[in-house]
């Protein structure tokens, strides 16, 4: 069967489709989490800088590779290189992405639950204990039930397959010009709620007042880590839906929107959750729980004087939560359906019967990996943390530093200027174009920078430095 490759219709659909990527919890969740643990403003301005010299020129390469192939990223790297070792990039890239989506959609499935909690106001709780206790029982008690966690998992992989199969422009372009809009409204509204908390003053201080006291080596390394997760850098996800841009459109401009909007919706989260922490006087530092545990809390204990607007802002906080998951789950499924489909040529619907079916598999057994089957340990950690670590702390550095070695040093020069600029690369004309400048400086970055900042970042995150 010969399948027809869709491009994406329109230049605003392919913004709000890859910024869908890069939106997710990775800036809902992750990011204030670190900048709460490494000194708040200090850590935003390393951010940015991460961003501008890793993350913009990271996502360009990707986008080049995705565009001038039109191609799966297990086939992108075959068409540029047929040199065998650099062809398997890609196949590295559908690998992460498998293992990255089995516990996305777990953590995905959570958001559905407080969703459903939220609507059915079970947040709303009597508490004997401390309030921050039944909180936690909550999120406790739902992860090690075997029947919820798996069933939650199963309804987010529904969702994200039933957008798939309707393809590229009706399925991920159509809904992600609806879901976008809306998280941008939503999270605009709760933005504004939270600054008129009483914390608002300390907790805006604390986002945007840099404190350089605090940082420290590891706060680089978490800013650069953050950069990849938060841009879905090394996932495959930007290269596959470039493989759906027409040639007309712009990479460099393309790549500053989306790291524009992808900062700035990280950026209102902070302005969210720190103004009703402090209110509540939670230590910003809470870690990981903090949206499933400690966020119920801090809107029950804020607003707690109208329970119409606990139960509204709850309610609108969760499905914020889930619309950015969900555009960023079907990224993600878009990797890996682009390459069955292609590569053993079959249709969309099959490929995505596919994944789904392993995705049932593999995000069940992590959705179980935190009650039932706690008990399997590799390292001490169980299957969930496993597919975490491995994907964060290894695949993702080491197909990031390929990416940028590939386009930096292998790929052809004059496709790659034509990709980056539009425009045929002209090496007697000895008058440098602005475009021609971004051109070298992305390359220098690429081939040197880059890799040694990932190079750091591999080797602390495996604890050996
Ligand atoms: N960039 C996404 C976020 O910020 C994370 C993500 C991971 C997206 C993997 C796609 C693939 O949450």
């Not at 799966?72 to 196949?91: D, E, M, V």
């Not at 958001?111 to 909180?135: C, H």
Request: with cysteine; charged share 10%; aromatic share 14%.
């Amino acid at each position: 069967m010969n399948n027809e490759r869709n491009n994406f219709r329109t230049k605003i659909g392919i913004i709000f489709a890859t910024a869908g990527s890069a939106v997710g919890l990775g800036n809902l969740w992750r990011f204030p989490i670190e900048t709460g643990n490494n000194g708040g403003g200090a850590f935003l301005m390393i951010y940015l800088i991460a961003i501008i010299f890793i993350g913009l020129p990271l996502m360009i390469a990707e986008f080049a590779i995705g565009r001038s192939t039109h191609a799966n990223i297990a086939t992108a790297y075959k068409k540029l290189s047929n040199n065998r070792f650099w062809n398997k990039i890609g196949y590295i890239g559908v690998f992460s992405a498998t293992i990255i989506t089995s516990y996305y959609l777990v953590v995905a499935g959570w958001t559905v639950f407080y969703l459903i909690e939220a609507l059915s106001n079970g947040f709303s709780i009597e508490v004997t204990g401390g309030l921050e206790d039944a909180y936690t029982d909550i999120f406790s008690n739902f992860i090690a039930n075997p029947f919820l966690s798996v069933i939650y998992t199963l309804i987010f992989i529904l969702m994200t397959h039933l957008i798939i199969v309707k393809g590229v422009q009706k399925g991920i372009e159509k809904s992600s010009k609806i879901m976008m809009p809306m998280l941008f409204i939503i999270i605009m509204i709760l933005a504004v709620c939270s600054i008129f908390t009483p914390g608002a003053k300390e907790g805006l201080t604390f986002l945007f007042k840099p404190n350089f006291n605090k940082i420290t080596t590891a706060s680089l390394l978490s800013a650069i880590g953050q950069c990849f997760y938060s841009l879905s850098l090394a996932m495959g996800c930007l290269c596959t839906y470039a493989s759906y841009f027409k040639k007309d459109v712009n990479l460099i401009k393309t790549a500053f929107n989306i790291s524009l909007i992808d900062t700035l919706i990280a950026i209102l989260a902070g302005v969210i959750i720190f103004p009703a922490v402090f209110s509540v006087g939670i230590n910003p530092e809470a870690g990981p729980s903090l949206i499933f545990i400690t966020l119920p809390h801090v809107f029950q204990s804020v607003f707690g004087f109208s329970p119409v607007l606990v139960y509204i802002v709850s309610i609108l906080f969760y499905v914020l939560l889930i619309l950015a998951t969900l555009t960023s789950a079907i990224s993600l499924y878009e990797v890996m359906t682009a390459f069955i489909s292609e590569t053993y040529n079959i249709s969309r619907n099959k490929a995505t019967i596919i994944i789904s079916i392993t995705m049932v598999l593999l995000g069940s057994f992590c959705a179980l990996s935190m009650g039932e089957l706690n008990w399997i340990k590799i390292c001490d950690r169980n299957i969930f943390d496993i597919f975490d670590f491995v994907s964060s702390n290894i695949l993702l550095p080491i197909t990031g530093m390929l990416i940028c070695l590939f386009v930096g040093w292998k790929m052809d020069k004059d496709l790659l200027y034509k990709q980056i600029t539009n425009k045929s690369r002209n090496t007697k004309d000895r008058h440098l174009t602005f475009q021609a400048i971004l051109y070298y400086c992305i390359v220098f970055l690429l081939r040197y920078i880059i890799p040694i900042a990932i190079a750091i970042i591999f080797i602390d995150g495996l604890g050996i430095i």
